[in-house]
Nanobody, 119 residues
Framework: QVQLVESGGGLVQPGGSLRLSCAAS????????MGWYRQVPGKQRELVAE???????TYLRSVKGRFTISRDNAKKTGYLQMNNLKPEDTADYYC?????????????WGQGTQVTVSS
């Protein structure tokens, strides 16, 4: 059974840092694009950062320069390094992987990890 397990969320003061991890199991991780999404109550889930199989990255404009997405295919783990956190970064963060190399598109979500930025 495919699992994506996020960790690393928590409470941090403005200006602080957190590193989120997403550990995958039962998939060929290197064949998947990986993304980090976030969601606050009452709003749509938004894509924060994405990294392709080839390592190309894209970022939400509001986090560019503060967040860094990366992946370690050997460990089947993806990361989101978040620096200079702001209160508006407070949300539930979700890991997502998607691959279209198979006959049908495969897509999986993690269970989410909460990030709270507050003094």
């Amino acid at each position: 059974q495919v699992q994506l397990v996020e960790s690393g969320g928590g409470l941090v003061q403005p200006g602080g840092s957190l590193r989120l991890s997403c550990a995958a199991s039962e998939i060929l991780f290197s064949a998947y694009t990986m993304g980090w999404y976030r969601q606050v109550p009452g709003k749509q889930r938004e894509l924060v950062a994405e990294i392709t199989q080839g390592g190309r990255t894209t970022y939400l404009r509001s986090v560019k320069g503060r967040f860094t997405i990366s992946r370690d295919n050997a460990k089947k783990t993806g990361y989101l390094q978040m620096n200079n956190l702001k209160p508006e970064d407070t949300a539930d963060y979700y890991c997502h992987v998607m691959s279209d190399v198979y006959i049908t598109t495969r897509s999986y979500w993690g269970q989410g990890t909460q990030v709270t930025v507050s003094s």
